[in-house]
Each structure stands twice: as structure tokens, then as C-alpha cells.
């Protein structure tokens, strides 16, 4: 068992297997971080009932306190323990988990300030993924996880995007392959059961959650400033107008124009939604897609695997292409228009 560093930790990548599963839950009851998969994206888990163990979570990502954490769970009966879950919230865990919604509720006295930042409400999430599913029930605890990179930087959706951003600074990345959805999860404010609203759109939708709730859900997270409308402190703190962003500036076009393409300058990368035809637009420039075959669900899971790879490229300007109309359209253009948004 590592103890507390006095210098950089040596970050290993553990496959998965029943031994290191073991290990790695010893790890986290003992108050360490440990980097996992989920379908999402990849989290840096912590024992949510630790203060302690979820203060390491903030010095590693460098993120500021005032960013609360989502709490992960693996059976429904820890969500009481955690929060105040009304029929509704109840209906919605029910429908939706194990999978990619995260809903906002009342906080219980368990939950230690650090993880809600103070507040009074606390954000839950039963995931999907086996692994993770698999350590939270090894370790009988629930665990608070934010995205495991360093603040604002693009969140990581596979073990060696973990160990680009965190390595040095956590002993233990769990490799689960790459993450299946790609994006994070839909965060729904379900405090008040009257007025459901989406704070950060995931693949989760809103006309899906008002199917199941029998009640119009709004999405809030569109809405400018949303974060400052209803109350102080904001309600969603941690979804600045600039996050998930790549070190390259990243401008947006519903459709790359032709006339760009034959301008664009060798430190200029062109993203297109959809693979262009071979030979149309002709230029010089360098080009990538998030899907072959306007597939929303793999341009999902390629586009922050792809940001990160023209960072390493070393491209300074990236055009890129909204997503058309579809059902993952709303989270995965979120995310570009917040990569895309100048620093605060
Ligand atoms: P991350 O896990 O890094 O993708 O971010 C978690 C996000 O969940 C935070 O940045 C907040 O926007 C949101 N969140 C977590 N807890 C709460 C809460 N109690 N109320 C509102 N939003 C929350
Ligand atoms: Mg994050």
C-alpha cells in the first residue's frame, strides 16, 4: 500500500483483473485515489465518505473547491443514505440506472461538505460500466468521482488519456478500454420534483426524461448564464461557458466552408462531423472526422479522443463542425461550443 508521497507518486495502469480489482478497492478504502472507466468518460475515484481521501481528488486535478463532485453508487438502496430521493427521483433511478443520468437532490449529513462544496444538495449516479460497478461493490462504499484530467483540460476516455493529464500526481489508473458513450452524464436538477431541469446535456435526453417523469423537463443548460439565474451560489457551478477545452483555439461551423479548406494555414486542422468525400474539398490542410458514417454515437466516443490528438499534433487552430440534428446532437455540441468559448 503506497503511502501519503513525499514525492511523485509512479502512476501504474492495472489491467483488469479479479486480483487487481482486490487491490485497487483496498486502495480506495483506504482513502487513496484510484482513476477508473465508466461508460462515460474516465473518473478519479475516492471514498465519498472520506473528506480527507476527496481533498487528494481537488489537489490532483487542481480544481477549485467550489466544484462539487458526483457521488457514485452500485445499488439503489445507498442512494437514500446519501441524498432525499422523492417517488419521482426514485421512478427516474429506476428507469435510467445503471447508466449515464446523474440527478441533484437534497443532502443528507453523511455527505461530507467537500464533496457538495458546501451545498445542500448532492449529485448521484449509478453507473454502467462492469469495472466500475464491479469496485464499488468490492469496496462497499460509495465513491465521489469528477473526470480524470487536470481542470477544464478535455476529459479522458481511455487509460493512457488518464495517465497523459494525471500521471505523476495518482498511483493508480484502472484500464477499462475505451469509455462506450464518450461524453459525461446528463446532470438533471431533481430537487424539486415540480420543475425538472437538465443543468449539462449527456446522452441521456431531455424528451427521454420527460417521457418517464410524465412532466416537461427543461433544458436549462443551454440557457446563457443558466448557472446564475436561480440562486446564489449558482446551481451548477463547475459547467463554465469554457470548459473541456483543447490547448488549440477551436472555432465552429455549422459547415466548414470549401473556401476554408483551400485557405487553412499548415497549423490549422479542419474536423469535420462526417468524413468528407476523398477528394472534396481539395486541400493541403489537415483533416479529421468523428465519424465515417454520421453515426452520432461514434462521433460521441471519437470527438475527445480526437481533440486530444490534434493537441498532440500540435495544431494551434481547430475548425470544427457542429453536429447535425440528431440524438446526441445537443451534448455533443455543448461540449464543442464550450471547448470553443474564450477564457473567462
Ligand atoms: P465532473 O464530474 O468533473 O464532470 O463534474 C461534476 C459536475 O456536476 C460539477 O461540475 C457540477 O456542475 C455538477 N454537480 C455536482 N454536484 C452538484 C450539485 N450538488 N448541484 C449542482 N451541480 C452539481
Ligand atoms: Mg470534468
Given at each position: ?155 479522458p476516455t481511455r487509460a493512457a488519456h488518464v495517465k497523459a493529464g494525471l500521471g505523476g500526481k495518482i498511483f493508480a489508473i484502472l484500464d477499462g478500454g475505451p469509455c462506450a458513450i464518450g461524453l459525461e452524464s446528463t446532470i438533471l436538477d431533481a430537487r424539486n420534483e415540480q420543475q425538472l431541469r437538465i443543468l449539462r446535456p449527456g446522452a441521456i435526453s431531455a424528451a427521454e426524461l420527460s417521457q418517464v417523469a410524465a412532466v416537461r423537463v427543461e433544458d436549462f443548460s443551454q440557457t446563457p448564464n443558466s448557472n446564475e439565474v436561480d440562486e446564489s451560489p449558482k446551481i451548477a457551478p463547475g459547467l463554465l461557458s ?103
Open positions: 500500500m503506497p503511502r501519503s508521497p513525499t514525492h511523485a507518486p509512479r502512476t501504474r495502469i492495472y489491467r483488469p483483473t479479479p486480483r487487481n480489482l482486490a487491490r485497487l478497492a483496498r486502495l480506495l478504502q483506504a482513502g487513496e485515489l484510484v482513476a477508473v472507466p465508466s461508460e462515460t468518460v474516465y473518473g478519479l475515484a475516492a471514498h465519498a465518505l472520506d473528506a480527507s481521501a476527496c481533498e487528494k481528488i481537488f489537489a490532483a486535478k487542481a480544481r477549485p473547491k467550489t466544484d462539487p463532485l458526483i457521488v457514485h453508487i452500485c445499488e439503489l438502496a445507498q442512494l437514500t443514505t446519501l441524498a432525499h430521493a422523492g417517488p419521482l427521483a426514485q421512478k427516474l433511478a429506476a428507469a435510467f440506472w445503471p447508466g449515464p443520468l446523474t440527478l441533484v437532490l437534497p443532502k443528507r449529513p453523511a455527505v461530507p461538505a467537500i464533496v457538495t462544496a458546501g451545498r445542500d444538495s448532492v449529485a448521484v449516479r449509478m453507473p454502467q460500466h462492469p469495472l466500475f460497478l464491479a469496485l464499488l461493490s468490492a469496496c462497499a462504499v460509495p465513491l465521489a468521482a469528477p473526470s480524470a484530467n487536470p481542470f477544464g483540460y478535455v476529459s469554457r470548459h473541456y477545452s483543447p490547448r488549440a483555439r477551436v472555432v465552429l461551423y455549422e459547415k466548414i466552408p470549401p473556401r476554408l479548406a483551400s485557405a487553412a494555414q499548415p497549423d490549422e486542422a479542419l474536423l469535420y462531423f462526417q468524413k468528407p468525400p476523398a477528394d472534396w474539398p481539395r486541400t493541403d490542410a489537415h483533416r479529421a472526422w468523428l465519424t465515417d458514417n454520421n453515426d452520432q454515437a461514434e462521433a460521441a466516443r471519437a470527438l475527445f479522443a480526437t481533440l486530444r490528438t490534434l493537441d498532440a499534433q500540435g495544431f494551434k487552430t481547430i475548425h470544427a463542425e457542429l453536429a447535425p440534428e440528431g440524438p446526441l446532437s445537443t451534448a455533443i455540441n455543448d461540449r464543442l461550443r464550450r471547448a470553443a468559448a474564450s477564457a473567462q
